[in-house]
Nanobody, 123 residues
Framework: QVQLVESGGGLVQAGGSLRLSCAAS????????MGWFRQAPGKEKEFVGG????????VYADSVQGRFTISRDNAKNTLYLQMNSLKPEDTAVYYC????????????????WGQGTQVAVSS
């Protein structure tokens, strides 16, 4: 059983930064592609970005490209999401997730999810 635990959310002013972390249990973290999603109230879950097993390849949603950076530390079993130049529309619950196979923007292609961490950006 894999457990994913996000942390680092909070309230920040527009233009500010936050760094989210996702700690994974187990010894197979480095074997899996990982992703970040977010869900705002009344909206569907949205792909934020993903990272391959080695960490050398990433992909982002257009809405966060150039502002957010995903990284991973396989030695620490931890996934990160650095969020800069935050906007009020970035307000959502952010989730990390483990992909079933390769990198995908579709949430059904992920099998394990964290509980989420709230990010709120004030204008």
């Amino acid at each position: 059983q894999v457990q994913l635990v996000e942390s680092g959310g909070g309230l920040v002013q527009a233009g500010g930064s936050l760094r989210l972390s996702c700690a994974a249990s187990g010894r197979t973290f480095s074997s899996y592609v990982m992703g970040w999603f977010r869900q705002a109230p009344g909206k569907e879950k949205e792909f934020v970005g993903g990272i391959n097993r080695s960490g050398f390849s990433t992909v982002y949603a257009d809405s966060v490209q150039g502002r957010f950076t995903i990284s991973r530390d396989n030695a620490k079993n931890t996934l990160y999401l650095q969020m800069n130049s935050l906007k009020p529309e970035d307000t959502a619950v952010y989730y990390c997730a483990r992909a079933r196979n390769g990198l995908s923007r579709y949430f059904r292609d992920y099998d394990y999810w964290g509980q989420g961490t709230q990010v709120a950006v004030s204008s």
